[in-house]
């Protein structure tokens, strides 16, 4: 912490609090809004104050890995339990039955996207100098091949 200028806002129950709000999501901006104070005051926290930056880090960490596991649930399809109780005849009764989720093609593009990206990549890959030039050849051979077919109608 730095000991030029105004004393520092920040409090060591920030830490707690900034870990909660991580695991619900919360950027820096969100945490600036929460201890009100400006962006750039969150981001030299986490520079300076070792506590506040492995709280901020550990939350978002929890948080991510919690995100990318259920993402791959639903990519690869799960099933769990549900226990219902009922009352028939006046009696409880207690049913258990498993549920089963089908993959879900969206998560499944999605992660194959993100983890697998050469082979998954919706853009096509950057094109050399060389096959820019044999593109516009095989362009010009086409349209040449075109207008000789129109020529030939008329």
């Known amino acids: 912490m730095?000991?030029?200028?105004?004393?520092?806002?920040?409090?060591?129950?920030?830490?707690?609090?900034?870990?909660?709000?991580?695991?619900?999501?919360?950027?820096?901006?969100?945490l600036a809004d929460l201890f009100d104070v400006g962006?750039?005051?969150?981001d030299r926290w986490i520079a300076d104050i070792p506590s506040f930056a492995k709280a901020v880090r550990d939350g978002r960490a929890i948080a991510d890995g919690r995100v990318a596991r259920s993402l791959y649930e639903r990519a690869v399809g799960y099933q769990h339990t549900v226990e219902r109780v009922l009352f028939h005849r006046g009696e409880e009764k207690r049913i258990t039955s498993t549920v089963q989720h089908p993959p879900d093609t969206q998560a499944?593009?999605?992660?194959?996207?993100?983890?697998?990206?050469?082979?998954?990549?919706?853009?096509?890959?950057?094109v050399d100098?060389?096959?820019?030039e044999e593109v516009e050849a095989m362009l010009a051979?086409?349209?040449?091949?075109g207008e000789r077919a129109r020529q030939a109608g008329d």
Do not use: M
């Open 129 to 132: 100098a060389h096959d820019a």
């Open 108 to 126: 499944c593009i999605f992660w194959l996207r993100n983890r697998c990206r050469p082979v998954w990549n919706v853009r096509p890959a950057p």
């Open 39 to 42: 962006p750039r005051t969150i």
């Open 141 to 145: 051979a086409l349209d040449a091949a």
């Open 2 to 30: 730095s000991t030029i200028g105004r004393p520092t806002l920040y409090k060591q129950e920030y830490d707690e609090q900034a870990h909660n709000h991580c695991l619900l999501g919360a950027t820096n901006t969100g």
